[in-house]
Nanobody, 124 residues
Framework: EIQLVESGGGMVQPGGSLRLSCAAS????????MSWARQAPGKGPEWVSS????????EYEDSVKGRFTISRDNAKNTVYLQMNSLKPSDTAVYYC?????????????????WGQGTQVTVSS
């Protein structure tokens, strides 16, 4: 079965850190561009970060730049999002997505597979 499964979410106090993982099964991520997106309560979806199939082309949404780091390990079929200096405004459900030869990282329709999401709550 083709799946993307996010993990690593939870509750953390402001200033804390979390490391999210996105593990693929049923297919190889080695030829797929990857993105992380999030959706906060009462808000629309927001693109967070992207990385090309070969580990290049890394991009970040401005609000997370300098705090979040996207990476991938194709040998482990996994993509990561290291989140540091977390803020309450980072509270959201975080999703990973895989797309073959993505042309525009901000367009959801360009991605072929999506995970179920993992909740991140930043609160004191």
């Amino acid at each position: 079965e083709i799946q993307l499964v996010e993990s690593g979410g939870g509750m953390v106090q402001p200033g804390g850190s979390l490391r999210l993982s996105c593990a693929a099964s049923g297919f190889s991520l080695s030829h797929y561009d990857m993105s992380w997106a999030r959706q906060a309560p009462g808000k629309g979806p927001e693109w967070v970060s992207s990385i090309k199939f070969n580990g290049g082309g890394i991009e970040y949404e401005d609000s997370v730049k300098g705090r979040f780091t996207i990476s991938r390990d194709n040998a482990k079929n996994t993509v990561y999002l290291q989140m540091n200096s977390l803020k309450p405004s980072d509270t959201a459900v975080y999703y990973c997505a895989a797309g073959f030869a993505v042309r525009s990282t901000l367009v959801p329709a360009q991605y072929d597979y999506w995970g179920q999401g993992t909740q991140v709550t930043v609160s004191s």
